[in-house]
């Protein structure tokens, strides 16, 4: 089962940047999508973006309130996968949370679909 672990939460000012790391220990996270959540306290988890594998020519989807802002990528021969967050707000202020499913939907992100959630990493956007 793969395991995943994310960091590059922290503190920033409204308008900063931050990038979030997903890291698995190892295979077989390349066989899968990743994904991003977030939940921000009182409110239930929202799915941001995901990205495909390289069998689906790593298609990625975005939440329309990420979108232009925010930019999934992945690096398989490191077996990580990150969120690029531009302009963040205050509204952007959650954990953060990656997790795997066997691909991307057009439709959207459902968390039901997803598997192997990491812990989470802070992201706290001050005004």
């Known amino acids: 089962q793969v395991q995943l672990v994310e960091s590059g939460g922290g503190l920033v000012q409204a308008g900063d940047s931050l990038r979030l790391s997903c890291a698995a220990a190892g295979p077989p996270f390349n066989y899968y999508a990743i994904g991003w959540f977030r939940q921000a306290p009182g409110k239930r988890r929202e799915g941001m973006s995901c990205?495909?594998?390289?069998?689906?020519?790593?298609?990625?989807y975005y939440a329309d309130s990420v979108k232009g802002r925010f930019t999934i990528s992945r690096d398989d021969a490191k077996y990580t996968a990150y969120l690029q967050m531009n302009s963040l707000k205050p509204e952007d202020t959650a954990v953060y949370y990656c997790?795997?499913?066997?691909?991307?939907?057009?439709?959207?992100?459902?968390?039901?679909?997803?598997?192997?959630w990491g812990q989470g990493t802070q992201v706290t956007v001050s005004s």
């Open positions: 990205i495909n594998n390289n069998d689906y020519n790593n298609f990625t």
């Open positions: 997790a795997i499913a066997a691909y991307c939907s057009l439709g959207g992100m459902d968390a039901g679909r997803f598997g192997s």
